[in-house]
Every structure is written in C-alpha cells, then in structure tokens.
C-alpha cells in the first residue's frame, strides 16, 4: 500500500498553484505537478465561502475516501491539489460523483496507471 503524505504549509499549495497544471471535472478542480521524489503529496482545499464547517469536512472526508480508493493506481512523483468548484452545490456532491471526477482528472492529467 502506498503511502501519500499531506501538503499542509502555505508555500507547498502556493507552488503547487503557480507551477502545477491545472485540470477541470464537474465538481472538482485539481492542480497537478511533478515533484521529482518517490512519493505523493496530496492536498484539499476547500473555501471557507463554500458553507458551513461540518459541510467542508464532509467533502474533504469524501476526497480523501476516494483518493484512498484509487491511490494504488497513480504513478509516484506527483503533487495534487483538489479543489472544490465555486459553482458547485455541497448538497449534490456525494462519493460516486466525487469518484467519477477524481478518474477523469488523473486521466486527463496522464497520471493513472
């Protein structure tokens, strides 16, 4: 089993942002960027402006549930950010969506093995 450690400074999403590619589903967003190691680093970022505390924890429940799923599969040396899109309705978002999603992105990004 892999093992994917968390982005969690500032500058490690900053870097992520400015320097990653960018990758558009339904739902979510996520920046995408090589990092040259052995391992794979994740990050969630959710908006405050999104809605209430308990709801921006339940997405990013779902995000790293479905990340879990698929971590086997993804090639090693990435960093990823997910984001949540603005326009998206938390009340709609549930675990097949978020999946559907999080394939086609890493699809897209050529990072599925």
């Known amino acids: 089993m892999k093992k994917t450690k968390m982005l969690k400074k500032n500058y490690e ?3 992520v942002f400015l320097k ?9 967003e996520a920046f995408v960027l ?3 190691k052995k391992e794979n680093y994740l ?8 809605g209430h505390a308990y709801q ?24 990823i950010v997910f984001l949540l899109k603005k326009k ?3 009340k709609e978002i549930n675990f097949e969506c978020i999946e559907e999603d999080m394939k086609e992105i890493l699809k897209k990004a ?3 093995e």
């Open 13 to 15: 999403f900053s870097n």
């Open 20 to 28: 990653g590619t960018y990758y558009s589903g339904k739902k979510i």
């Open 34 to 36: 090589d990092n040259r």
């Open 43 to 50: 990050g969630l970022a959710i908006s405050s402006k999104t």
């Open 56 to 79: 921006r924890n339940r997405v990013k429940r779902l995000l790293r549930e479905n990340y879990k799923n698929i971590e086997e599969m993804i090639k090693e040396g990435y960093s």
């Open 88 to 90: 998206a309705e938390i």
């Open 110 to 112: 050529k990072i599925i």
